[in-house]
C-alpha cells in the first residue's frame, strides 16, 4: 500500500465532524469535513489489489492501520466507484430487474451487491454494483454510512449550461462526464496507457455525441501535470483546457497549497455534491 497524500490536523476530535470516503478497486481516499472546514484528507493507492478480495483486504489493513477511521463521526458517507454502472430513465425503472441490466452489460454479477441511487435532478436511476468482499468489510466498519455512487454525484458538479467534458485522471484510468447543452450524456471510465489514448476517448466522445472540440470546455482534476505529454497532447485538439480549482465553499489546511489544487479539487467537488 502506497500513501499518496495526508494531511491530518493533531488531536483531531470527529464526533462532529463528517467523513466522507471513496473507495475502487486501487484506491482509497477520506475526507474530513466540519462546517465546512476540512480538518483532514488521505489517499491511498494499492500496489496489488488486482482483485477485489485483495481490495478488500487492503482496505482491511488500512483501516487497522489509521485508527482515526474507527473513530465516532457525526456522519460517514461512502462514495463506491466500480465500472458496474447502468443509467435508466424513471419511467423504464423497474426495481426487479436491477440485476438483470447489469448483467446485461457487464455479465455475471452473482458476487456482488446490487444498489440503486435516484438522480432526481435527471430523472434518472443508477443501478450499480459493489464487490461483496469490498461491501462486507465497509459494512462492518461504517455500518451506520450512507452511499452512493461516483456516477451518481457527478452530474451535480457542473451547474452552468453548455457544453462540458469533467475528466479526472488517475494511474492509467480516465473517468469522465459529458455535459451538452446543460444535459447529463455520459459519465464512464476509460483505461489508458498513453497520452494518445486519454486524447482519443475525448475526442471519440465528441464525435459519437456532436459536440464541437473547438467550444467544449475541458476540465481537468486529479493526477496531471501542466507540463506533462499528456496535458500536450490534449492541448493539440482542445482549446478550453481548466484545471479546476478547489471549490471556494470549503476551508482548507495549508498544507494542501503545497500540491497543485487540481490533484484534490474532484474529491471536495464530489463531497460537496453529496
Known amino acids: 500500500m502506497n500513501s499518496s497524500f495526508i494531511i491530518i490536523q493533531p488531536d483531531l476530535f470527529t464526533e ?13 481516499s477520506f475526507i474530513i469535513m466540519e462546517n465546512n472546514i476540512c480538518l483532514g484528507m488521505a489517499s491511498f493507492h494499492f500496489k496489488n489489489a488486482d482483485t477485489d478480495e485483495s481490495t478488500a483486504s487492503s482496505v482491511y489493513d488500512l483501516i487497522a492501520a489509521n485508527p482515526l ?9 461512502i462514495i463506491y466507484d466500480y465500472t458496474p454502472s447502468v443509467m435508466v430513465p424513471d419511467q423504464y425503472m423497474s426495481g426487479n430487474e436491477n440485476r438483470a441490466m447489469l448483467e446485461l452489460v457487464y ?8 444498489r440503486n441511487d435516484y438522480l432526481s435532478r435527471h430523472w434518472i436511476h443508477n443501478i450499480y454494483s459493489i464487490p461483496s468482499p469490498v461491501d462486507a468489510v465497509m459494512t462492518r466498519y461504517f455500518s451506520w454510512a450512507t452511499c452512493s455512487h461516483l456516477f451518481s454525484l457527478l452530474p451535480d458538479i457542473i451547474q452552468s449550461g453548455g457544453n462540458h467534458l469533467y ?9 469522465v462526464l459529458l455535459q ?8 464512464q471510465h476509460f483505461s489508458f496507457k498513453t497520452p494518445e489514448d486519454v486524447a482519443y476517448h475525448l475526442l471519440n466522445i465528441c464525435t459519437n455525441f456532436e459536440v464541437n ?11 496531471i501535470d501542466a507540463d506533462s505529454a499528456l496535458y500536450k497532447e490534449l492541448y493539440k485538439y482542445f482549446l478550453n483546457i481548466i484545471f479546476e480549482g478547489l471549490p471556494a465553499a470549503f476551508q482548507y489546511p495549508e498544507q494542501i497549497n503545497e500540491y497543485p489544487a487540481h490533484y484534490f479539487s474532484h474529491l471536495f467537488a464530489i463531497a460537496a455534491c453529496v
Open 167 to 175: 475528466c479526472i485522471l488517475d494511474t492509467e484510468q480516465l473517468t
Open 213 to 223: 472540440v473547438k467550444e467544449v470546455s475541458v476540465h481537468i482534476t486529479g493526477m
Open 69 to 77: 477511521l474507527e473513530q465516532r463521526f457525526n456522519k460517514t458517507h
Open 16 to 28: 462532529s465532524a463528517d467523513l466522507f470516503i471513496g473507495i475502487k478497486r486501487q484506491a482509497f
Open 180 to 187: 451538452k447543452d446543460g444535459k447529463l450524456q455520459l459519465t
Open 107 to 114: 455479465g455475471d454479477q452473482r458476487d456482488a451487491v446490487i
